[in-house]
């Protein structure tokens, strides 16, 4: 199993560019994740999808991020325009059932100059 | 509304001492779930263990064991004879039946295991 894959790795832009971040989750698994990590702000959910349609997005800072999930094997958040306060890693998650562990990706850290 | 508190924001000690890490955390829920994960230097997040609020046996797996107390609504995590490679970020987190089980993370603790 390749686990969860997440692109680019890492970005850099400068502000005002538009950012997307990819998500693969794990094959099966019906639930999917993202988080923001930052130094100040710790491990913040930002929006859950549950079988490809957004369950709570609550978490997502501003009208600039945005979210889909087109299919089972693929979800992209967007940032437009990108700002130097939303530099951060960011991690995508998935789980096959709410109630189990989630298995998270390697993470894009991404970088606002 | 859930929160979990890792008090400890750093815990430096040396290699083969035992340590252990808190966690508390507050539910009005009846049916949740308690996580640790492991964030080594290199960034990413590795699952550790999952307990449901009906099961408050401990658990061993190796060097590591956890304690689950919903009398103190803690869940603690303990290393064993602790190793260099155990150095990590250590973050606990719940999951509430309620709240869509979504979860939410402690604010983590450093490891820092010195040889």
Same mark, same amino acid.
């Given at each position: ?113 | ?6 008090? $400890?924001? /750093? %815990? @430096? ?17 009846? #049916? ?24 408050? $046996?401990? /658990? %061993? @797996? ?17 290393? #064993? ?35």
């Amino acid at each position: 199993d390749a686990g969860v894959i997440q692109s680019p790795r890492h970005e850099v832009t400068e502000m005002g560019q538009e950012v997307t971040l990819r998500c693969k989750p794990i094959s099966g698994h019906n639930s999917l994740f993202w988080y923001r990590q930052t130094m100040m702000r710790g491990l913040e959910l930002l929006i859950y999808f549950n079988n490809n349609v957004p369950i709570d997005d609550s978490g997502m800072p501003e009208d600039r991020f945005s979210a889909k999930m087109p299919n089972a094997s693929f979800s992209t958040l967007k940032i437009q325009p990108s700002e130097p306060r939303d530099s951060a890693v960011y991690f995508c998650a998935s789980t096959p059932d709410r109630t189990y562990e989630q298995f998270f990706g390697p993470g894009t850290r991404l970088t606002v100059l | 509304a859930q929160k979990v508190t890792q008090a $400890q924001t /750093e %815990i @430096s000690v040396v290699e083969k001492e035992d340590v252990t890490l808190d966690c508390v955390y507050e539910t009005r829920d009846t #049916t949740y779930y308690l996580f640790w994960y492991k964030q080594p230097p290199s960034g990413e997040l590795v699952f550790l263990i999952r307990r449901n609020s009906f099961d408050e $046996q401990n /658990e %061993i @797996s190796g060097r590591y064991s956890w304690n689950f107390q919903k009398s103190t609504s803690s869940f603690n995590f303990t290393i #064993t004879a602790s190793q260099v490679v155990d150095s990590a970020v250590y973050f606990c987190a719940l999951s509430e039946n309620n709240a869509g089980n979504m979860l939410t993370f402690g604010g983590g603790t450093r490891l820092m295991v010195k040889p």
